[in-house]
């Protein structure tokens, strides 16, 4: 990673007032990237004031954050109930690439937006117009990893930073949700989490203090996706359609389980659609089919906010502009048929 450019960045960092966050209901990877970027900043900045907030947070997140508290109680990251963003001059948006992601509980003025700092830290598609299109919107931005957390374990790395046991942790909880649980992995991630399972962390033990069973509208939600499911071939591919009223994503995800090579799932809420595409691994490798990039695009054509990863995107469009089932599905099929 370009130690040079971090390192002259977090010498500018001195004595400033620093908030770190991530997109909205955040997930473990979100979390915990935060919560490790921030020890990760006291250990190398001097004089640096942080903040942690979050303006939401999973379900599953809160269970694991608190039975790490039961196992680790003199561990205790204090995440901030609410701030004043005047009082900010850094901004560390983390495992989202897009302000526009943020805007809603940053709440910042056209002023602002201008004039403070921002650093993005994220493994999703970006295309170079956003991080580093302005002189203070910076940040990393790798979409070749699995996950935010392990970017952050390269910048422990890189700057000789000691782990902790409840930073091993939640680095290795945020690695092993968004690489699907190593599914999406590569060479790195496993060295990576190699590194950070010492001799104090069972591995059985972190897979248990991860486990969910999913609620009753969750379980509903999938089982009506599989019901409603129409299914669509296109050459030797399956793609799969289908809708629910919430948890599309989960939806999207038993469609693939059950045997779909490509699933969409179209959720209608009060002002918007949203919508959660997957993807199998192996029909992105054979295709070029890059789900994230497709929606980002579409979202520019159409005034929506999409993105994603090769096998695993959504977007959220507002309702008067349509579903936009057709224009994605149209692009899939194009895909598919190359
Ligand atoms: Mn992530």
């Known amino acids: 990673m370009f130690r040079s450019k971090i390192q002259s960045y977090?010498?500018?960092?001195?004595?400033?007032?620093?908030?770190?966050?991530?997109?909205?209901?955040?997930?473990?990877?979100?979390?915990?990237?935060?919560?490790?970027?921030?020890?990760?900043?006291?250990?190398?900045?001097?004089?640096?004031?942080t903040i942690i907030y979050f303006s939401g947070i999973s379900k599953r997140t809160e269970l694991f954050l608190e039975r790490l508290k039961?196992?680790?109680?003199?561990?205790?990251?204090?995440?901030?109930?609410?701030?004043?963003?005047?009082?900010?001059?850094?901004?560390?948006?983390?495992?989202?690439?897009?302000?526009?992601?943020?805007?809603?509980?940053?709440?910042?003025?056209?002023?602002?937006?201008?004039?403070?700092?921002?650093?993005?830290?994220?493994?999703?598609?970006?295309?170079?117009?956003?991080?580093?299109?302005?002189?203070?919107?910076?940040?990393?931005?790798l979409d070749?990893?699995?996950?935010?957390?392990?970017?952050i374990f390269d910048l422990f790395e890189e700057f000789k930073?000691?782990?902790?046991?409840?930073?091993?942790?939640?680095?290795?909880?945020?690695?092993?949700?968004?690489?699907?649980?190593?599914?999406?992995?590569?060479?790195?991630?496993?060295?990576a989490l190699a590194k950070l399972l010492n001799d104090n962390i069972e591995y059985q033990e972190l897979r248990l203090m991860l486990k969910t069973e999913p609620d009753i509208s969750e379980k509903i939600a999938q089982i009506k996706g599989t019901q409603r499911a129409e299914m669509i071939k296109v050459k030797k591919w399956l793609i799969g359609v289908s809708q629910v009223s919430s948890f599309e994503a989960s939806a999207a995800n038993i469609l693939i389980k059950i045997g779909f090579d490509v699933a969409m799932v179209i959720s209608e809420r009060k002002d918007e659609y949203r919508i959660s595409v997957?993807?199998?691994?192996?029909?992105?490798?054979?295709?070029?089919?890059?789900?994230?990039?497709?929606?980002?695009?579409?979202s520019r054509d159409y005034n929506a906010n999409g993105g994603g990863h090769d096998g695993a995107a959504s977007i959220n469009i507002a309702k008067e502009e349509g579903t936009l089932k057709d224009v994605i599905l149209d692009k899939i099929k194009e895909n598919l048929s190359k």
């Not at 000691?162 to 496993?190: C, E, M, Q, V, W």
């Open 10 to 49: 977090l010498n500018s960092l001195k004595g400033k007032t620093i908030l770190i966050t991530t997109h909205e209901l955040a997930d473990l990877d979100g979390v915990s990237s935060s919560i490790a970027l921030n020890f990760f900043l006291k250990k190398l900045v001097n004089d640096i004031k």
């Open 70 to 141: 039961q196992k680790f109680p003199e561990f205790n990251p204090i995440f901030a109930e609410s701030f004043e963003n005047n009082s900010i001059d850094v901004f560390f948006i983390l495992d989202t690439n897009k302000l526009s992601n943020v805007d809603e509980f940053l709440k910042l003025n056209q002023i602002q937006r201008e004039q403070r700092h921002f650093f993005f830290i994220d493994h999703h598609f970006s295309d170079e117009m956003t991080i580093n299109s302005k002189e203070n919107i910076q940040g990393i931005c």
């Open 144 to 151: 070749e990893y699995s996950s935010t957390c392990e970017i």
């Open 161 to 191: 930073v000691s782990f902790i046991d409840p930073i091993r942790f939640l680095l290795i909880a945020g690695i092993i949700t968004d690489s699907g649980y190593l599914k999406f992995a590569n060479n790195h991630t496993i060295q």
């Open 278 to 298: 997957r993807a199998k691994k192996r029909v992105c490798r054979k295709t070029g089919l890059h789900l994230g990039k497709l929606l980002e695009e579409i």
